[in-house]
């Protein structure tokens, strides 16, 4: 501290020379003999000026503001080192305080905050979105209405052998707006449909094969009342004559073969060599070997002794499959 010393105090003697203290180095508002006051006393020049808060001032650090007669306290918290991690649209709420420059805060990365499992594939075109950390377009095509509000067309259909039917719909689309599957099915008609059954709500009016006066067997109707010569290889079904080897059938009615020069047959072959012929009381009225066929078929045998009127035989070799009608021309 500087020494004051006030002139003819205490009858000591001694002026400025002897002071180290200053007039800056004295607070203003006081006066006194100073080193560089020549042996007056004047006022002070030091003046407190601080503009500090204690909500400045680190908590328990203590400091003068305006007045040299009063210590302070600082109050301000020691935040130190903080670090936060953050999500994208996340926040952080920095606190007051003082904050040692070691702390930071990190964004997490994409990849963290987008995890999943979808693919492009299983997503609808125009639309995106992000799988761990990578945006993915969508690429799943949309499958709107093809005629009316709600109507889409099957792509195929089928029926597989059994009461149900299945429509084909467009694999990998997404149906937008689409409340019925529909495929044309031209022989679907109540004219195609056994008279007075309901298959899916059209109900039949067919009344079944009507034979003409030239039919003598035609798809279940067994005009002439043939049956099998040898049994074991031909079946009368309801539709058909099912056959499984060469039968002979036999008409148990008479057939009048004047004015005609064919015997026609129309039946269904599973891929054999065919060999048909007639005869009438063991003698031959014609016969054809039209091959192999494979499928539906139509043949016709010429009659080469038409002048007969009589129980006929009917030669079917190798005909594995059925017969749907036999008729005369």
């Known amino acids: ?5 006030i ?3 205490g009858g000591a003697g001694g002026g400025s020379d002897e002071c180290t203290a200053t007039r800056a180095e004295l607070l203003k508002g006081y006066t006194a003999i100073t080193n560089d ?3 007056e006393a004047f006022e002070g020049t030091l003046e407190l000026t601080g503009d500090a808060t204690d909500s400045q001032v680190l908590d328990k650090k203590t400091y ?3 007045d040299v007669k009063i210590r302070r306290t600082g109050t301000m918290q020691n935040v130190g080192s903080v670090s936060v991690s953050l999500n994208a649209g996340g926040n952080y709420t920095i606190p007051g305080g003082y904050h040692n420059g070691s702390g930071k805060v990190t964004a997490n990365t994409l990849a963290s905050q987008t995890p999943g499992n979808a693919s492009s594939g299983q997503m609808l075109t125009g639309y995106n979105g992000w799988v761990n950390g990578q945006r993915v377009n969508g690429n799943i095509p949309i499958q709107g209405a093809d005629e009316a509000a709600d109507r889409a067309w099957a792509t195929n259909w089928s029926t597989w052998g059994g009461g149900e039917i299945f429509l084909g719909v467009r694999n990998g689309h997404y149906l937008n707006g689409v409340n019925w599957i529909r ?3 031209t022989n679907y008609v109540a004219g ?3 008279k007075g059954v309901n298959i899916g709500g059209v109900v039949g009016t067919w009344e079944g094969y009507v034979p003409i006066i ?3 067997y035609i798809r279940g109707n067994n005009v002439k009342n043939w049956s099998g010569v040898n049994t074991d290889r031909i079946f009368f079904d309801a539709g058909q004559m099912t056959i499984t080897g060469s039968p002979t059938i036999r008409s148990a009615d008479n057939i009048n073969l004047v004015g005609f020069n064919y015997l026609n047959i129309q039946g269904y072959s599973i891929g054999m060599d065919l060999v048909y012929s007639i005869s009438f009381a063991n003698r031959s009225l014609g016969g054809i070997t039209p091959g192999k066929r494979n499928g539906d078929y139509t043949v016709s045998i010429p009659l080469i002794a038409a002048n007969v009127f009589g129980q006929l035989d ?3 070799g190798n005909a594995h499959g059925a017969i749907y009608r036999i008729w005369l021309s």
Request: hydrophobic share 30%.
């Open 64 to 66: 003068y503001n305006k």
């Open 37 to 39: 006051s020549d042996d």
């Open 192 to 194: 195609n449909i056994k």
């Open 314 to 316: 009917l030669h079917l």
């Open 214 to 216: 030239t039919d003598l």
């Open 1 to 5: 501290m500087g020494k004051v010393s």
């Open 7 to 9: 002139s003819g105090v």
């Open 183 to 185: 495929y044309n099915l």
